[in-house]
């Protein structure tokens, strides 16, 4: 994809004389972006005085990490000079940042990782016939969590054109994939758990022009196949594996597919795909809202390419206080139960709209008093919740840690984390219910080790990506590491897809288009696929486009999300801002991700070796759905700024 320099700055560059001083904070740093907060002129990003390790500065730029400030310097300058560090307005053994200047895509100089109290430390950077430059500072691999970083008495010496703050690199949003064929492609889970004498659900995932024919050979009696629309419905099996045969045929042709229906103990037997309410509408969301959603993965196709929950996040409850008046009453009835506020009339009548769709519903609560909006929990009536959830026909639950925490007086133990999911899970495994369930605790006690012992189906693996949607590929990273627990019905869960358009995390606010470009949605979506992580975009389903549709819908990356083998990609260092991804394949094929973790464009050489491949194999383009030549040995390309080349890997034919 193309990436020019933006700048919204129409007027002439302003020259200065030989020798001139231009401070930082002269430039516009409203162009500057950080993870928390505002830059600051001559203060820190917390608005004190600026001071590192005791030593105080009269000026200088307060920032947060991760920040970002692109400049032009149109070869107009000679040196770069600061003092940089941690500020002192932090608390004591917080705050870890990395420094670093960048320009025309090399990297020029780096701090190095500085914590609190390291003292001040000298930059002094030749930047003579440097066009562009890049500030940024990052967060050391642990979080922004009190990152207070600070460009001390930063200014550029300059001999010509004035540096100016600008825009970062913008891209064209380019749409890689092509259009499905008009003839049908399944696109059906090769696998599909369930519990014997469940009810069970299924919407053939499925591709190609309408009006389409279903038949499927080999299916069990007590299930039964809507010709039509593709929905399988009835009663879960008797225990054992059921092979079926599935056919699709419309005016352009017919394809078939093997599913497995294997009725058990396990589900999620891939992993779970669909829509969650809260980045796009937090403590808004409504039963229309909900409905619209699920109409909307229809309309949009995101269900003939195997999206299929629907999922209410917190604020469905009552609140004891909330702004919206409609989200207050009583927590619970007279015989305990759990009342929705007056935007959810009749969760029964919402469940049976979504499944009417061939679609399945999930709903949210918190082992605590309270969940993390403040809304009623379950904490005490959780075997009433559990039941009550069943009734109303829900097929998921996220259950969020939230207040549990005030409730076992600072015990970190393993047995007191595992305590709420261990009830949980038992409760809704002796329901006669088919509930797929999402351990939201972010990681603690690497619960990835345990999250399917106490009967969990998918759990987080660190915070809210909401706060950190600039980490994408730290954070993928540091899931991969958890890559051995990752097997079919147990998925180490990242967080949800964010493109299109969502709200703030940090103000909880109405939706608004995304501001990652268009390189970092694909690397996104490539990311999580490979990292067989569950898949549930949380945007705003009322305002899809087309490029966020692309992004989304692409058929063959999703294939590797779902592959049956259930494995985790595994991470290869390249160079220093680059990495790939290396997933093993069902049927002997590998997925390879090329990652350009850089603020630059970049070459990127890889040789099958390295990645642990041997002999040839021949390549197809996965996002352009375009066959490659046979690779004998090795492969090259050009990556973008943060962007990715997705390769689907199989032996010669």
Known sequence: MSMLLSCCVTSALLVGAPGETVPLGALELGRMTQGWGEPKVDRSVTGAPLSIAGRRFEHGVGTHARSHLWLELAGGSERFLAFVGVDDDTEPARGTVVFEVLGDGKKLWSSGTLARGAPPLAVDVDVRGVQHLLLRV???????????????????????????????????????????????????????????????????????????????????????????????????????????????????????????????????????MGWNSWYSHYDRITDELARQAADALLASGMADVGYQYVCLDDCWMNAPAHRDPKRVGPLRDADGELVPNAHFPDMRALTEYVHARGLKAGIYTSPG???????????????????????????????????????????????????????????????????????????????????????????????????ELDRIF?????????????????????????????????????????????????????????????????????????????????????????????????????????????????????????????????????????????GEWRARDVWRQRDLRTLPTEFSTRLGRHGVALLRLGRPR
Not at 385 to 408: I, P
């Open 138 to 272: 990052g967060d050391a691999g642990d979080g922004i969590d009190h990152d207070h970083a600070d460009w001390a008495d930063a200014r550029f010496v300059v001999v010509g054109e004035r540096p100016r703050a600008i825009d970062a690199p913008r891209e064209e949003p380019v749409i890689l994939t092509p259009p499905p064929a008009r003839s049908p492609r399944l696109n059906t889970a090769a696998a599909v758990g369930c519990r014997p004498g469940n009810p069970f659900l299924y919407r053939l995932p499925t591709t190609g022009e309408r009006p389409m024919r279903f038949a499927a050979a080999g299916l069990p009696a007590s299930l039964a196949l809507d010709p039509t629309t593709g929905i399988v419905r009835g009663v879960a099996p008797e225990r054992g594996e059921h092979a079926v045969t599935l056919t699709a045929t419309n005016a352009h042709g017919s394809a078939t597919r093997a599913l497995r229906i294997v009725s058990g103990d396990a589900l999620a037997l891939t992993p779970p």
């Open 369 to 467: 008093p309270r969940t993390c909006a403040g809304f009623a929990g379950s904490f005490g009536h959780e075997a009433q919740d559990a039941r009550r959830f069943v009734e109303w026909g829900f097929d998921f639950l996220k259950y969020d840690w939230c207040s549990y925490g005030e409730l076992t007086a600072g015990d970190t133990s393993l047995a007191a984390l595992q305590q709420p999911y261990r009830t949980m899970g038992a409760l809704l495994a002796a329901e006669r219910r088919d509930v797929v369930f999402n351990l939201c605790q972010y990681g603690m006690g690497d619960v990835w080790e345990w999250g399917a012992d106490v009967g969990g189906h998918t759990w987080r693996t660190a915070g809210d990506l909401g706060l």
């Open 474 to 614: 730290d954070v993928a990273l540091a899931n991969a590491e958890h890559r051995e627990w990752s097997r079919p019905g147990a998925w180490n869960d990242p967080d949800y897809i964010q493109i299109g358009s969502f709200g703030d995390a940090r103000t909880i606010g109405e939706p608004r288009p995304c501001r990652l470009t268009p390189n970092e949605q694909h690397s996104f979506m490539s990311l999580w696929c490979l990292m067989a992580a569950p898949l549930f975009f949380s945007g705003d389903m009322r305002a899809l486009d087309a490029f966020t549709l692309n992004v989304l819908c692409n058929a063959e990356v999703i294939e590797l999300d779902q592959d049956p083998l259930g494995v985790a990609a595994r991470s290869v260092v390249l160079g220093d801002e680059t990495f790939a991804f290396v997933k093993e394949l069902a049927n002997g094929d590998r997925a390879v991700g090329l990652f350009n973790h850089g603020e630059f464009e970049t070459d990127v050489r890889v040789v099958w070796a390295d990645l642990g491949l041997d």
